[in-house]
């Protein structure tokens, strides 16, 4: 039990708050003999990093991320890896003010509730922040997943933000990696950015969104019974994220209105012999196992809670008071999340491949034909 | 790491398949002088169990929990509780046809392709009667719960049955209890009824549905940054129950759709000193942990894959085949699930109360006023 | 965390109390495909079983072994393993008159204090019983390993009784399981024999033992840094025995008075290119990680605290007594520990086994040479 | 299953190697509102640091912890602590030598064949120089236990080095912090500075030891059956620590020579009314529980393996060679060991207390009298 680790072998712990001097994740149960250099891992810091555009905060932090131990020219060594990343633009004075004040919708009330004490500036431990750490970790995993299932790939995208979805019947994988929604269809990203510019500008608010990750190439069999199942995992995973209020696989919550007929993925022979199924209403997991199709995770981020809109709250002493979180604050968190989401599915995946070793070996298994 | 255990301290760890001899819980970390007679499982049991009325299994099992350990005297020692409960009904028969073909939507295919070997008789591992050892283990931790935090209760019911919804303005509490869908509506009963009859005796179909379960009463401060939050371990409880592919807390998917000043839960002081809200879309849990609010937990169940209409798939041996799954199958196990959910729930609920008090104590933490 | 178990993927959680309906392990982690039947745990349980002669108990108990899960025709699925031994000769009379009664050397007021309620009969949880599980789980660890590492043995043998040492240089590997105190040299049995009878019969005493583990022919590379340590699971596996109280690798405590000239265990490049040592000072373990030399653990039993002797104790209410246990014990629980210390061993090599796959695999490593 | 992390709740792990940027601990778990500042734990490392006398190594490192997080205004807030100690006398050309050599007595065999890469500077992850994290991190122990358990003592001492043994009938328990060998008898001090002058300067030789620690004032019904005894995890503390061999709870190895009538702690009703006992071969453990006597637990290190005269021992490749560890090396490792071992035990002391409280709370238990 370790409230801020996650993972089974591929163990991440990540700890620090947001305005306190570093911040960062130790990850333990990498395997040895793995490529990696902190620039490996700042690809993914700078897909996450505030301050890019004017859709997310204006906080500007270079977020290096630095690699204190466990890797030895170049190669991971198999002993744990140190991620620090330094909190250069701590600006606290911005956050001064909010000290005695318990922002609506955001963790303060409960933090100071639980532990009578709370590292105020800039939402402390509870800061969308933390994130950073979890984007570097996932950097290891995704190394470390490039070396043991060549061709694996792991894409995260935008769809929903507010009253946008994406139209399905326009999806290309190819567009993800060029736009600042990470949208699977070019044609739609100027109309998300007008919408997005209207709710922050002219209506002072902010806006929700779903975000879908999806790993194409995973080996079949990762996923254990009972507790330990591939599903259970990605939704803790997902559902531990910042502002996640919902996590499906697959049809998710529409199975609730599907019949069996709709719902059944049915299965055929490919001509290279392995099953071929008709449809993925499954989202690639059956009994909580990976069955070779792509794996599809889908969660939801609630709107950012600091909107320059007044809210009624209290403060410490009980008083009422009204509410207008200024600052620098992106009006749709979960555009960030796809970097995150991306992240945390990596780190299950190995984590599974990594159990699915331990008890199976590398060896044959089942075989069909 | 334990691939059938669940819980940091309240730790459950479940076992048996559908036609062995026996499945049962092992339940380790129980607080001891709790009350307990195997009667009191036996409720829970009971509400869960198959062969009740025409829209669950018909198959019959008497579903008798025993105490093996960890209970003197009527009272829990704080040792290990093991409940046991013995497959009588095996009629192992029905099920021979299907050892060489997988069916479509089972785990059939990726257990063989993940372990070699599996236990083919009813779903092995993989059948939702595992679920009956979760709700003898739910019971335990009820238990638990009744003498730690006197007043809190649980409860769960169907807010969703393939297109038939709850109707909330109807909402009614203690209707849940009176009706085989634990439907707070009781003017909707018979409707509901109705629905699933036709799809199971006319359609030879199945459907999905939505479990909302609601924690009421619980303490404040539940619930631990940043992997060992309140709701990562509530969507890893509900999506590791057979069937489950969605998890929602408070808002859940519907968050992406709303805008912060409509998600936010404003703050006000009670007459009793206490925050009062004036909303829940966080579902009772801020930054993780719990706020004192209604938690609420909300989870989708697809419809069950065994049905009367011939699916196409193929076999062991790589033949296609049509499968048509006979035998005792509920047309829609997200009834049944009902009390999985609540037993999930208070494992849960328990368990990250054992947590607090090893963190925190039972003494005073921060006040408001 | 869980209070019960033990193992990071192999892992084991035993329950139950002497005089409950039963005890028994969850083996929860087992590779699939490892032929296991009843018949081949039952003869390690036979091996420990009391009764057997006049140095153990005369408490008689079949201890008959049952496997409620996880096997499938003959091999193991990959699912839990549930083992159940049912209590049968309970004669709780026996033990009435202690219930107020804290027995000297015994668990009895540590349990009462902590707990407040305790299973008084025969020790309750905290008797030597709850070994019989260890042992039935030891022996799947035995047959999965068998299965995965062709060649080897762990065999485990008394080195001390009381004022009589194994003299070393009589030592006989064949001849360890062929006489009652499992002693590698036969000509001193009688001896030991007569000692232990005296003590008992004449002396109204009992006596300590130590036990040595051997494990030979385990792959080189079991182990972890830091605190997953292959000699750290070996101390803690040992120390969870009851009644035991030290715990040796290799030299163990005799290193404290060593210099590292005398310790130094010179290697040099044997006939078939592998590394050949010059001694075991280390007990096959360097740095936590095993060498390929036999690996070597020693443990302490202190001698049963039952005796006929009179002792000095308080009741639950505070007054004072004169303790005579009478009743069936050992007067050398040492001699039991024998096959409770090689189930251990079966159980840490399995788990670090399955460790070293997770993080490293099947494949290669680093090649001297 | 975290290969680099210790404990259940309040949960240590370390990282770094020694010769890389910088190493410390991770520390999770611990209570809220513990006043805690770098000073606090520097004294503790200054206490384990090398370089202070003739005794031990000459490496110059000032191992200056820095706190990174999880603490607010000079007040723990709960969550994770992160402990930095940076590497600044890395003289990484003394050991550049031995990149391609196995030093015997060393990991650098095993590390080598498990992992196929390793970091030789210094000993990389295997060096004694990761326990400067775990002392740091037994420094957050002590302090939270401050708050928690007013008058909890914790004190190591040296028992034995090679052939010196403690006199304890001169037993001294205010002597042991006045002297570099934390020595409970101040008349022999200058012997044995003498001998491990003479052992070091002429005969290029090293030596081990025995250290004892021992915990004062913890409080009863600590410790959880079965294998999370409190002697289990103090035992595989211990055995984590570089170079331990050997670990006894009271009487040790020595109970294996003891008669059942002379291991009896005999019960006694003191004048508060709590249990008094005769004696303590216990070592304040009865069935993995605490008793309210001292907790003595003893460990043995063995002699420091890097020494002048020359050993065998084999290249990567496969030739002889003769090894001669020049550099900076303590004579006796054991030494610095003990600041060690008093941060092990406090840590295990402090994670069951927080188990204790898990699952029992503060409230009252069983009462005597």
Chains 1, 2, 3, 4 share one sequence.
Request: glycine share 12%; proline share 5%.
């Amino acid at each position: 039990m370790s409230m801020n680790s996650f993972g089974h072998i591929f163990r991440v712990t990540t700890w620090g708050e947001s305005h306190g001097p570093a911040l960062g994740a130790t990850v333990d149960g990498c395997p040895p003999g793995v490529p990696l250099e902190a620039e490996m891992l700042q690809v993914w810091l700078d897909k996450r990093r505030p301050g890019q555009n004017k859709n997310t905060t204006a906080r500007n932090e270079p977020d290096q991320v630095r690699i204190l131990s466990g890797v030895y020219e170049g190669q991971t060594t198999g002993t744990p890896i140190q991620l620090m990343i330094e909190n250069t633009d701590q600006r606290s004075k911005d956050y001064g003010e909010i000290e005695k004040t318990f922002r609506p919708g955001h963790a303060d009330i409960t933090y100071w509730q639980k532990y009578g004490i709370r590292d105020p500036r800039g939402g402390g431990r509870s800061s969308a922040r933390e994130t950073a750490a979890r984007v570097a970790a996932g950097g290891v995993a995704r190394e470390a997943l490039k070396a043991l299932v060549p061709g694996l790939e792991i894409k995260g995208y935008m769809t929903q933000m507010g009253e946008k979805h994406l139209d399905r019947s326009k999806f290309d994988w190819d567009a993800i990696d060029n736009n600042a929604f990470w949208l699977p269809d070019a044609s739609a990203v100027q109309e998300w950015e007008d919408y997005l510019q209207f709710l922050r500008v002219k209506e002072n608010d902010s806006v929700g969104a779903a975000i879908e990750v999806v790993v194409r190439g995973a080996p079949v069999g990762l996923g254990a019974p009972v507790y330990a199942k591939l599903d259970t995992d990605l939704a803790a995973a997902m559902m531990s994220i910042n502002a996640v209020k919902g996590v499906e696989i697959g049809e998710g919550m529409a199975a609730a209105g599907l019949r069996g007929t709709e719902n059944a993925d049915e299965i055929f022979l490919g001509n290279d012999g392995k099953p071929v199924f008709s449809s993925n209403h499954a989202g690639g997991i059956l009994g909580g196992i990976s069955s070779g199709q792509d794996i599809v995770v889908r969660f939801a981020v609630k709107p950012t809670s600091s909107i320059l809109t007044p809210r009624q709250s209290i403060t410490k002493t009980g008083e009422s008071i009204e509410v207008i979180t200024k600052g620098r604050h992106d009006p749709c968190v979960g555009i960030r999340a796809v970097p995150v989401g991306e992240a945390m599915a990596a780190c299950v995946i190995l984590d599974h491949l990594m159990l699915h070793r331990a008890q199976i070996g590398e060896g044959p298994r089942g075989q069909i034909g």
